[in-house]
């Protein structure tokens, strides 16, 4: 997991830029996998949607690519079992929140809920490590 968000923050930067996105948004991303942090900022959905496009995670329709996702994950050091789970569970986060209209409350939501399965399976990364790496990389 911390190589896949390191390889998704990559492109952080740029959407924060393009998108003309406020200052508090790295924090946000900063804290996204503490469980008590609230994620309530549309902001941020809209950063993941750039974010996931830059990447090719999701397809024209805007849903999941899962074809380009098992290949991030597996090139970011995800075995194939740990990205056919990630994908089953974005698949699943997207599925619940269908329903939301505005596409970056609904990229919120989904994360919101990818975060709590992967707490739930206990594979949530250390934010200290990953902005360590990040920063490094930058």
Not at 3 to 15: A, D, R
Not at 86 to 110: P, S, Y
């Amino acid at each position: 997991m911390k190589n896949l968000t390191s390889g998704f923050f990559k492109v952080l930067e740029e959407c924060k830029e393009e998108l003309q996105l406020p200052g508090h948004i790295i924090s946000d991303f900063y804290h996204y996998w503490k469980e008590d942090y609230s994620l309530l900022n549309r902001d941020m959905g809209c950063a993941i949607i750039c974010m996931s496009k830059k990447l090719d995670l999701i397809d024209a329709s805007g849903k999941l690519h899962h074809g380009n996702t098992q290949e991030f994950a597996t090139k970011h050091g995800a075995a194939s079992d740990v990205a056919t789970k990630l994908i089953e569970i974005l698949h699943g986060c997207e599925k619940t929140h269908e329903a939301v209209e505005d596409e970056c409350m609904r990229a919120l939501e989904i994360a919101k809920c990818f975060r709590t399965d992967i707490h739930q399976l206990n594979w949530a990364p250390k934010m200290d490590v990953i902005v360590t790496e990040v920063l490094t990389e930058m």
